[in-house]
C-alpha cells in the first residue's frame, strides 16, 4: 500500500477505510475489517454519529476480540455535529471522546477531527479540550472537517497542536479544489472560489487533505462510477484509462486524487470486500499527466 505522511508526521497508507457504512455491511465486520487490514488499509475513519455510535460500537467489538492489533492500526474519529446543530464546546468535544473511546474499546484515539465548522465556537475552549485530551494520553493529534483556511487559522490563535488533517469532499465531478484554481483570473462559473484556496492553504502549512466522497457526485447523491446515463464521457474516459493500466474504473477515480502532488488520502466508504480489493489497487498505479486532464475533462470541465 502507497503511504502517506499524516500532517508531516504520522505515516498512514494512502487509502483508508471510511466507516460510516460499517453498521450497514452485508459482509460480517470479520471480513469487512479483515479485508482492510489484508490490503494494507489499517487506517480506519470514524465519527461519532456515524450509524448512532453503532459503527464505532461493531469496530469495538472487533477490536476487543484481538487486543494485540490495535498497536498496528490508526483510528481516527469525529466530534461536532450534534441533532440540529454543531457544537464545539469543551465539555462536548470531551464528552463525545470518552463516547467513542467506550465504544472503540480502546484507551486512545490516534486522529481527532471537528467535524463541521461551529460558528459559535471558541478557539480558547477547543484548546482546553485538546490540551485536557493530550495530556490525558486519550487523544495523540488533531485536525478538522470541512473547514476553509481562516476557520483553520482562527482555531490556531489558541490551539496549539498542531492541525494534521483537514477532511474535505473531492472526487472527479466534485473537484472544486483543484477547478477553481485552473480558472484563476477567468470569469466563468469555474473561477468562483468556495473553499478560501483550501488546496493552496493546506499544501503550504503541511495539513494532509483527506477525501471524503471519492467516489459520490454531489453531497451523496449516488454514485458516479458506473452512472453511464449521467455521466456518458466521464464513464467512457475512466473504462479507456482503466483498460490501459489494466484495473478497473473505481481504481482509476481513486488513481486520479492520488496523483495529485498534495498527497491526499482517499477515505473509502466502501465496505463490500471485493469493491475494496478494486479501490486498492489504485495505489500501485500514478497516472500521466494527460490521463489525469484527460479524465478530468471527461467529467465536463473546460480547461481556460
Known amino acids: 500500500m502507497k503511504q502517506r505522511i499524516l500532517g508531516g508526521a504520522l505515516t498512514v497508507p494512502a487509502i483508508a477505510m471510511g466507516c460510516m457504512r460499517l453498521a450497514d455491511a452485508k459482509e460480517s465486520p470479520d471480513r469487512v475489517i479483515g479485508t482492510a487490514l489484508e490490503l494494507g488499509m489499517n487506517f480506519f475513519d470514524h465519527a461519532d454519529i456515524y450509524g448512532g455510535g453503532r459503527c464505532e460500537e461493531i469496530f469495538g467489538e472487533y477490536l476487543a476480540s484481538r487486543p494485540s492489533l490495535r498497536d498496528k492500526i490508526v483510528i481516527q474519529t469525529k466530534c461536532g455535529i450534534r441533532k440540529g446543530y ?124 483527506q477525501a471524503w466522497s471519492p467516489f459520490q457526485s454531489g453531497f451523496f447523491k449516488g454514485p458516479f462510477v458506473g452512472d453511464r446515463e449521467k455521466y456518458p464521457a466521464l464513464n467512457a474516459a475512466l473504462d479507456n484509462v482503466a483498460e490501459k493500466y489494466g484495473v478497473t474504473p473505481v481504481a482509476i477515480a481513486a488513481a486520479w486524487i492520488l496523483r495529485h502532488p498534495a498527497g491526499m488520502q482517499v477515505i473509502s466508504g466502501s465496505v463490500s470486500p471485493e469493491r475494496m480489493r478494486a479501490i486498492a489497487a489504485a495505489a500501485r498505479i500514478e497516472l500521466t499527466r494527460e490521463d489525469w486532464y484527460a479524465v478530468y475533462r471527461a467529467a465536463g470541465f473546460r480547461l481556460p
Open 86 to 209: 454543531f457544537d464545539f464546546s469543551k465539555e462536548h468535544i470531551l464528552s463525545s471522546v470518552e463516547g467513542s473511546l467506550r465504544r472503540l474499546r480502546t484507551d486512545h484515539i490516534d486522529v481527532l477531527l471537528l467535524h463541521r465548522p461551529d460558528t459559535l465556537m471558541e478557539p480558547g475552549e477547543v484548546a482546553e479540550a485538546f490540551d485536557a485530551l493530550e495530556r490525558s494520553g486519550k487523544v495523540r493529534m488533531f485536525g478538522v472537517s470541512n473547514h476553509n483556511p481562516m476557520q483553520i487559522e482562527l482555531l490556531k490563535t489558541a490551539v496549539r497542536q498542531p492541525i494534521v488533517a483537514d477532511q474535505l469532499q473531492f472526487s472527479i465531478p466534485e473537484s472544486g479544489l483543484v477547478t477553481s484554481g485552473l480558472n484563476v483570473n477567468m470569469k466563468n462559473d469555474e473561477s468562483v472560489m468556495h473553499d478560501g484556496s483550501a488546496l493552496e492553504y493546506l499544501r503550504v502549512k503541511g495539513i494532509t487533505i
